[in-house]
């Protein structure tokens, strides 16, 4: 007869992590999804309309939400461990989630933490001495691996029965063959892909995270999200600006006037532009030139609006569009 228990589960909403909390769900255990939340989802963003939240729903697996936030993008700034291929800081940011279950393990009274992690599937982040350093310097023995346990130590709960080690894994590498054929027999068929898209391993998302780091180096969590906004440029190192691409990104990007130090609003179907940074005559002008570049003026509708701190700063007239080999210049 298992001992009941109750366990934190670091939860991606990947196949992985299903399957680990599938397995100890079907155990008997208590177990609370962790969802760690990366500090560019939308601030506003209802977490229970993520995919990953709607994919617990399939194994009947409760989540609690984490929003990253400073504490993140402080480890984000300066990792121990280095950057992966692009801005990815894939085994601090293990650490990272791993401690905040720690925390969450102790606040709750659970007695373990659990990862969907498999032995040797991730070059970066789990091989197995990765595996083992994130272990030790955290939790001590609670850290079960479900899907690799059976080619790892037993831990505290397999020990005291918490846990029946004969019915976890022994799966590693890098295959999903096995992962794919036990979600099956679990009755798992939502998830998300492995890494799930992770924009800090998008090489487009990490030259605009670099010029934050080199220009910017005190951002925040909106800075982040207003990454996947709209085109960046680079204008001096005192100056750069964000052109919305569509209507609806104009909108969104209208939520952030506040943060800006300057706003240009088209008085015609084009671009806002949102400033940052110290403005100076000739920077007017090529904005002009840009939001003229990139929407629409006509004879009659060709003015553009400057917003300073939500007031009105100035009016302008649109002048001829930049070219698109001067404005590459300044695109991050
Ligand atoms: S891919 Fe992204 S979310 Fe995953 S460990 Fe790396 S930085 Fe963290």
């Known amino acids: 007869m298992m001992k009941k228990g109750k366990c934190i589960l670091l939860y991606s909403g990947g196949l992985d992590s299903l399957i680990a909390g599938k397995i100890l769900i079907d155990q008997g255990l208590e177990v609370i999804g962790l969802h760690c939340i990366l500090p560019y989802f939308p601030p506003d963003m209802d977490p229970d309309q993520l995919k990953e939240s709607v994919n617990a729903k399939q194994i009947g697996l409760n989540l609690v939400h984490y929003r990253c936030g400073e504490e993140y993008i402080s480890m984000l700034k300066n990792p121990l461990h280095g950057y992966g291929k692009q801005i990815n800081p894939c085994i601090d940011c293990k650490i990272f989630f791993i401690n905040k279950a720690a925390e969450m393990m102790l606040e709750t009274g659970a007695d373990f933490v659990a990862t969907g992690e498999v032995v040797g599937q991730r070059p970066m982040s789990q091989h197995k001495n990765t595996l083992i350093h994130i272990e030790n310097s955290t939790l001590k023995g609670r850290l079960l691996r479900p899907l690799s346990a059976k080619l790892l130590n037993p831990t505290i709960p397999e020990i005291e029965g918490i846990v029946d080690r004969e019915n976890l894994y022994d799966i590693s590498g890098r295959g999903r063959t096995r992962q794919i054929a036990l979600a099956a027999s679990l009755g798992i068929k939502d998830f998300s892909s492995p890494a799930g898209g992770c924009l800090f391993t998008d090489a487009f998302i990490a030259a605009r995270i670099k010029d934050l780091m080199k220009y910017n180096p005190d951002f925040k969590q909106r800075d982040l999200y207003l990454l996947k906004t709209g085109r960046h440029f680079r204008i001096n190192p005192d100056l750069k600006i964000i052109v919305t691409k569509n209507q609806n990104e104009s909108l969104e990007l209208d939520k952030y006037e506040r943060d800006s130090d300057f706003f240009f609003r088209p008085g015609f179907s084009g671009p806002s532009v949102l400033v940052k940074g110290v403005l100076k005559e000739e920077d007017i002008n ?24 939500n007031n009105i700063h100035r009016e302008l007239k649109c002048i001829e569009p930049i070219s698109d080999a001067e404005l590459d210049k300044y695109r991050i």
């Open 286 to 309: 090529l904005i002009n030139s840009i939001m003229c570049r990139y929407g629409k003026p006509t004879s009659e509708e060709n003015n553009i609006t400057i917003y300073k701190n």
